[in-house]
């Protein structure tokens, strides 16, 4: 069965410092990968997914990710933190088999100090 | 461009009474998601339908849940004889056809069983 794991729970940058959000899958097949944000009280926004091809994957608002087939991951990361990026964070995997249902992780909470 | 609708967004219920949301996808999307969210959790799959035929239900949608898509257009989710346990999240997701499709999500609809 598919599986996300997001080892982090909690995470605590300062603004302007980088960040890196962990993300590991378990899936038989090449997986599809997404990662999503949440604000308090409101649905998810698409950051970016991986398909296939260029491992190094380019999203909105200056996140992007990599994926690691080797190591079963697709961390997200930015080089420059800004408060307004304070949210949830969910990693999920696509599961081809069932119509593309997403598998989520439990989610990181991102706090951003000033 | 019209994204994801739900409503209503929030539903305060008591213990026992039934309850029905509704999602409106994008229009031009066939695939259509039910997820439901607890806190502290990432979502989980409840269901989804490719145009109006629902092809997968979760073990998580037990008897006294169902979700229907009669035209292929909007979709209803029910939960009849409510319980506290059924106080979560409810998202509903569109996406076009086809593998690794991003799924684009509602504002959710907060479900409080007293």
């Known amino acids: 069965a598919q599986s996300v794991t997001q080892p982090d729970i909690h995470i605590t940058v300062s603004e302007g410092a980088s960040l890196e959000l962990r993300c590991n899958y378990s899936y038989g097949a090449t997986p599809y990968l997404f990662w999503y944000v949440q604000s308090p009280g409101q649905g998810l926004q698409l950051l970016l997914k991986?398909?296939?091809?260029?491992?190094l994957v380019q999203g909105i608002k200056g996140f992007e990710a990599e994926f690691k087939r080797s190591q079963s991951s697709f961390n997200l990361r930015k080089p420059s933190v800004h408060w307004s990026d304070a949210a949830e964070y969910f990693c999920a995997v696509g599961a081809t088999e069932y119509g593309n249902k997403l598998v989520f992780g439990a989610g990181t909470i991102l706090r951003v100090k000033s | 461009d019209t994204g994801v609708s739900q409503d209503p967004r929030h539903k305060i219920t008591k213990r026992g009474q039934n309850v029905t949301f509704r999602c409106d996808p994008i229009?031009?999307?066939?695939?259509l998601y039910w997820y439901r969210q607890t806190l502290g959790q990432g979502p989980e799959f409840l269901t989804y339908f490719q145009n109006e035929a629902q092809l997968e239900k979760s073990r998580l949608l037990s008897d006294r849940f169902s979700a229907e898509r009669p035209k292929g257009s909007f979709s209803t989710l029910e939960i009849q004889r409510t319980e506290q346990g059924d106080s979560a999240m409810y998202l509903c997701a569109s996406s076009p056809p086809g593998l690794g499709e991003t799924q684009y999500f509602g504002p959710g609809t907060r479900l409080l069983v007293l």
């Open positions: 229009s031009e999307h066939n695939r």
């Open positions: 991986y398909f296939s091809g260029d491992t």
